[in-house]
């Protein structure tokens, strides 16, 4: 028997996905039907402006919306059920405990963190039988699906002998 936490491994499956299409060039994006303006302060508008092009390289496409705002024009088709306001939000309050001397390529680890961990599903998300598959059939395809990015287990496993055991049959 498997027990699988959805979150956690859905989390690696899309760190992935995101990773393989950087490493073939851009990961592809959408533009949004409305712009989703996010007000920042100037801290976040001095990160905002470091990570501009990591940004652009994971399909998510910024433009200025007032003096101390920005929108979220486009962004990436793969995370399609995602919030995009949600997901840039949790991208700016990461990016804001980044060093300061972090270079563009250095910014790319929590962008992608980010990224991943909130568009997964939530552990208390009730999943149809067809989107367990998918997350089962995807597994295969995850390098390293056992565990999250942040290094937890992705699923438990427990043997029939375990099972018994613990029901006391033997
Ligand atoms: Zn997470």
């Known amino acids: 028997m498997v027990i699988v936490d959805q979150h956690a491994l859905h989390e690696r499956i899309l760190y992935e996905k995101l990773k393989r299409r950087l490493a073939e060039g851009k990961v592809a994006s959408q533009q949004l039907l ?4 996010i007000e920042l302060n100037n801290q ?6 470091r990570a501009k092009e990591v940004l652009e390289q994971v399909g998510i496409e910024l433009v200025d919306f007032g003096p101390k705002a920005i929108a979220v024009q ?7 059920q995602a919030d995009p306001g949600a997901v840039v939000q949790d991208i700016i309050d990461r990016l804001a405990e980044v060093p300061a001397g972090m270079s563009g390529e250095q910014l790319l680890e929590p962008v992608l963190a980010s990224m991943s961990c909130k568009a997964a599903v939530k552990a208390g998300d009730e ?4 989107e367990m598959s998918q ?8 390098e390293m699906s056992s565990s999250c990015p942040h290094g937890r287990p992705t699923m438990l496993k ?13």
């Open 135 to 142: 997350l089962l059939a995807d597994r295969k395809l995850a």
């Open 127 to 130: 999943l149809s039988s067809e």
């Open 34 to 37: 409305v712009p989703m303006p």
């Open 44 to 49: 976040q508008q001095g990160v905002l402006e």
């Open 158 to 170: 427990m043997s029939l002998a375990e099972l018994e055991k613990q029901f006391k049959r033997i």
């Open 74 to 80: 486009s962004f990436p088709a793969m995370l399609g």
